[in-house]
């Protein structure tokens, strides 16, 4: 009896594990990690939707939505307080899941502490200061700021990029397809590079600074990069393993241009300049989407300063400045075509009390706002 009670916890526990990690190659073989340590600290205090000027109805409404539509979380952050939590499927905020597109805007969040510790000089800095490999090949004019905004001009090779793959040399292999900076196309390539120069700029491992200078600095708990192959390149572009509610604590640093609870994590402004349109694509900036969905039939965003962290799979992250709202949405990879990317964040936009609708061109301003005088 007492060997069993030990044994099932452990078998409970790894089954968990294996269910967790959908980029298993086999059933016997997950592919390797590295551990991105953190602070392992609590979460935001948690206080009633009410005391925030928000309304629990409208909460509810997003929450079932969210639920029809195969979500695994739904966390709501309001001036640093967490107001709402719905879970599915067995999770909880604590449930280690498969970040996705969430995963690259960690590169571009360190990338601002490093130019913010001058290990990188400036946004327009060429990486062949950094790549040694490239320092005479014209690739090497690609600037920090393309590699944020997927904007290198490299092309995105079908080359099998799962376990054993060397990342670096197929990073560094990818031919350029055209001139940096006109043309945004995402790829793993960019993150990749990103990540590379900041081991070559601050001469330690990815995962070391990526925890030094971001993670463990916001409390996140343990999280683990995937790797290429035993001791080889983390991941930048996908795959990190991590608490899904330790998402909300990005939300929250992004809606704070870079502070996390007082804590200035990263110099002012270098969320604002992640946030600025892309010559490429103005809908986008670095790993941001900006502006409302294109989607036909879809409403635009209730708020013009939301900008979200998405991609085309299922995890979202909508921060909306002006309200100081952070929504964290977490699902499974895979595409809904019924799903409607404004209507969570809209109806929690609109169930704030000082909410007030962004004017209209030549609408009558008086009818919207009472007892408004010209």
């Known amino acids: ?77 309001r001036h640093d307080h967490i107001v709402f939590e719905r ?15 969430f995963t690259p805007l960690l590169a571009a969040l360190a990338a ?9 000089g ?46 670096i040399a197929a990073a560094l292999g990818e031919p350029l397809a055209g001139t940096p900076g006109i043309t945004r196309l995402e790829q793993p390539a960019d993150a990749q590079l990103l990540a ?16 030094q200078a971001l993670w463990r600095r916001i409390g996140a708990a343990d999280a683990w990069l995937r790797l290429d192959h035993p001791g080889g390149a983390a991941h930048a572009d996908c795959c990190l393993l991590a608490r899904q509610g330790d998402w909300i604590r990005i939300g929250q640093l992004l809606l704070r241009d870079g502070n996390y609870r007082g ?13 600025t349109p892309s010559r490429a694509d103005p809908r986008y900036g670095a790993y941001l989407r900006l502006g409302s969905p294109a989607a036909p039939g879809h409403e635009p965003y209730a708020a013009r300063d939301l900008f979200a962290v998405q991609g085309e799979q299922g995890n979202r992250l909508w921060l909306v400045p002006s309200l100081q709202i952070a929504i964290l949405r977490t699902a499974p990879a895979g595409r809904d075509a ?29 009818a919207l706002v009472p007892a408004h005088k010209p």
């Open 1 to 77: 009896m007492r060997l069993l009670a030990w044994v099932a916890p452990l078998a409970l526990s790894g089954a968990i594990a294996v269910a967790l990690l959908p980029w298993r190659r086999d059933a016997g073989a997950p592919p390797p990690r590295e551990l991105l340590a953190g602070g392992n600290e609590p979460p935001a205090p948690r206080v009633a939707p009410e005391l925030e000027s928000l309304d629990r109805n409208a909460l509810e409404a997003a929450a079932a939505y969210a639920g029809e539509h195969g979500s695994r979380a739904l966390i709501v952050s």
């Open 87 to 101: 879970y599915w499927q067995g999770s909880s905020f604590e449930t280690l899941t498969d970040a996705q597109t």
């Open 112 to 120: 601002g502490v490093a130019i913010s510790h001058r290990r990188i």
């Open 122 to 167: 400036w946004p327009d800095e060429p990486i062949g200061a950094f790549i040694a490999e490239w320092r005479q090949d014209p690739r090497g004019a690609i600037t920090v700021r393309n590699l944020l905004q997927s904007s290198s001009g490299l092309a995105r090779s079908a080359r099998e990029r799962d376990g054993g793959t060397d990342l």
């Open 196 to 211: 590379l120069l900041l081991e070559r700029a601050t001469h330690q491992r990815y995962a070391l600074y990526l925890s």
């Open 263 to 275: 804590d200035e994590v990263i110099r002012p402004g270098w969320v604002t300049l992640m946030r």
């Open 338 to 366: 019924s799903w409607d990317d404004s209507r969570v964040p809209n109806l929690i936009i609109r169930g704030a009390r000082d909410y007030t609708p962004p004017a209209q061109p030549g609408a009558d301003v008086s």
